[in-house]
């Protein structure tokens, strides 16, 4: 048993099981008070300290988990780190970030085995279908919502601050802006990242000047039939086969959005403005 009697309240002393937990505690405070300066995040490498004992010069992939859990249903860092060797095949750095938050790493050839070519597409490709299997893991093992980040490969000696950083943002704007999705890839949220990069006034005032009627944002079938059409490169068919509707009412509502809104989004220009419109809208109108 290892203490830790460095704390404002000695009588009840922090216990770790082992060395390996008590470093990997101490790698995650560190970790959070180096993305608290965000000046550092670029430049700031891990205290040799931590480099080897946690295995950090090889290449790794990282992802972040957060978890929305009942008091009574919280998930121990323990019982996680069991789950996750159990998935990945191998001994997992498991690295607590605060309450119901951790950062971890997996070998970059387990996760992206499954990649067709040693591509940066494929492997995002391969990454997303890792995160699924993932995600789906956790959240049928404990009550409960999950949200998850996954990184490129990179060395986490030097890039552990930056890409934890940038997972940490990921998951804030895809929560922000994805309610009903759990899974929050960087690479998917380069639009998202830019539009709550605007200030307010200047999204408020695009939103005023172009969006002849908002409103119909708020309405659920609407949302889900622009977010599916353009996830699915605006493409009618298939649009209709994802919502389980016929292509004549795919159609019949895209009309609607037409006559409600002023803009076809079957066609370029119109779409990538309602797009916008769409991002600005909901990040606008939570505050």
Not at 13 to 39: A, H, S
Not at 237 to 240: F, G, I, L, V
């Given at each position: 048993m290892r203490t830790n009697t460095g704390l404002a309240d000695e009588t009840q002393?922090?216990?770790?099981?082992?060395?390996?937990?008590?470093?990997?505690?101490?790698?995650?405070?560190?970790?959070?008070?180096?993305?608290?300066?965000?000046?550092k995040q670029e430049s700031e490498s891990v205290p040799d300290r931590f480099v080897v004992?946690?295995?950090?010069?090889?290449?790794?992939?990282?992802?972040?988990?957060?978890?929305?859990?009942?008091?009574?249903?919280?998930?121990?860092?323990?019982?996680?780190n069991k789950l996750l060797e159990s998935y990945f095949g191998e001994e997992i750095v498991l690295i607590p970030l605060g309450e119901q938050e951790w950062i971890f790493m997996g070998d970059k050839e387990i996760v992206t085995e499954e990649a067709e070519e040693d591509t940066t597409e494929a492997k995002k490709d391969s990454l997303n279908a890792f995160c699924l299997g993932l995600h789906e893991l956790v959240a049928s093992e404990w009550a409960g919502v999950f949200h998850l980040s996954a990184s490129l490969p990179c060395i986490p000696a030097q890039q552990l601050v930056s890409v934890t950083a940038l997972l940490k943002e990921s998951v804030q704007l895809g929560r922000a802006f994805h309610v009903t999705q759990h899974i929050h890839l960087p690479w998917d949220l380069h639009l998202e990242r830019l539009v709550a990069s605007i200030p307010d006034e200047q999204r408020i005032r695009f939103i005023q000047e172009t969006g002849k009627d908002t409103l119909i944002f708020n309405d659920s079938e609407t949302l889900a039939t622009l977010e599916t059409f353009f996830s699915l490169d605006c493409n009618v068919?298939?649009?209709?086969k994802r919502l389980f509707i016929h292509r004549n009412t795919l159609v019949y509502r895209l009309d609607k959005i037409k006559q409600e809104i002023g803009y076809d989004v079957r066609h370029f220009e119109s779409a990538v403005l309602v797009q916008f419109l769409l991002l600005m809208y909901k990040v606008t109108k939570k505050h």
């Open positions: 002393p922090v216990v770790y099981e082992n060395d390996r937990e008590q470093y990997l505690t101490e790698l995650g405070l560190w970790l959070k008070e180096q993305i608290k300066q965000p000046t004992a946690a295995g950090l010069n090889a290449e790794k992939i990282l992802f972040l988990l957060q978890g929305d859990t009942p008091d009574a249903h919280r998930l121990r860092s323990k019982e996680l068919s298939e649009t209709a």
